[in-house]
């Protein structure tokens, strides 16, 4: 199949589950179903038939309105599905069709999710870490089982034996625990919390789906996004130097960037540092 059909078939699923993504990210901060009942208009309820739910195409459409009471229609709607479309398309053409790539793109579409919920409500669900923590554990046994990847064989104190631990299971260890750490620290030392319960969940999932090391660069994006866009708040008036900034979106954005380039990043800095070939 020529790359750039692939691509647009992805695109296609791509936009279909950003669809769903808007369903999720309307009803998790509000503990509603994300099944039941179906697709409804947020302003007058109706329920919504198949031809208002087609991805971007309803919404141009319907000029942006509700169908049947008229309501505006949020632009998220329609950059939810038209983000979540395009990075399945990258994702593929990236990874190509493999088990990479759909472990990803499901990782993606939570983290897709995560950042618009977060952002609005400063909460991260934690259907969507379990979720991508699931993710992360099934493409580390699948890779385990066609030998694609290797575990981490961790030496048993008092022996010569070697534990072998799969890298999914030691980096949701290693990255959760690294970001408890900041949330105990902040707390006894700053007295005011560092990082929420969201965001250790958070990091554990990135660290099931991206291992150890690539997980650390994401986390350093992160902070690095953080501290320019808090700085820029700051110096525009909306915030001060006390006001928090969610966290999830950075972790998302750092995530998403560490899935393309977090090893090439990472190999990089081995090399400028003399610690790589």
Not at 92 to 115: C, D, K, M, R, T
Request: glycine content about 12%; proline content about 5%.
């Amino acid at each position: 199949m020529p790359e750039w059909l692939g691509a647009a078939i992805a695109f296609i699923y791509g936009t279909v589950v950003g669809s769903f993504l808007n369903v999720c990210i309307w009803r998790m901060p509000r503990d509603e179903s994300i099944i039941r009942p179906g697709s409804r208009c947020p302003s007058c309820k109706t329920l919504l038939r198949a031809w208002d739910l087609v991805p971007l195409v309803s919404f141009l459409i319907q000029n942006r309105r509700c169908r049947y009471c008229g309501e505006p229609i949020s632009w998220r709607y329609f950059l939810v599905e038209l983000l979540t479309g395009g990075y399945f398309a990258v994702t593929y053409i990236w990874f190509g069709y493999s088990v990479n790539f759909f472990a990803h793109a499901l990782f993606g579409a939570a983290l897709i999710a995560v950042f618009f919920i977060d952002l609005e409500h400063w909460i991260i669900p934690d259907q969507l870490s379990l979720f991508g923590i699931v993710v992360g554990l099934v493409h580390d046994g699948i890779e385990l089982a066609i030998g694609g990847r290797q575990p981490y064989r961790i030496p048993i104190p008092g022996t010569d034996l070697l534990l072998p631990v799969p890298q999914s299971i030691a980096a949701i260890v290693i990255c959760g625990g690294f970001f408890m750490a900041i949330a105990v620290i902040s707390y006894y030392v700053f007295k005011k919390e560092g990082m929420g319960g969201g965001d250790i969940k958070l990091a554990a999932a990135i660290g099931a789906n991206l291992g150890i090391w690539p997980s650390m660069v994401s986390f350093l994006i992160a902070v690095a996004l953080g501290s320019l866009i808090g700085i820029g708040l700051v110096l525009a008036g909306k915030k001060t130097r006390k006001d928090y900034v969610p966290f999830g979106p950075m972790m998302v954005a750092g995530a998403i960037i560490a899935i393309f380039f977090g090893q090439r990043i990472l190999d990089s800095y081995l090399v400028f540092s003399g610690l790589g070939n």
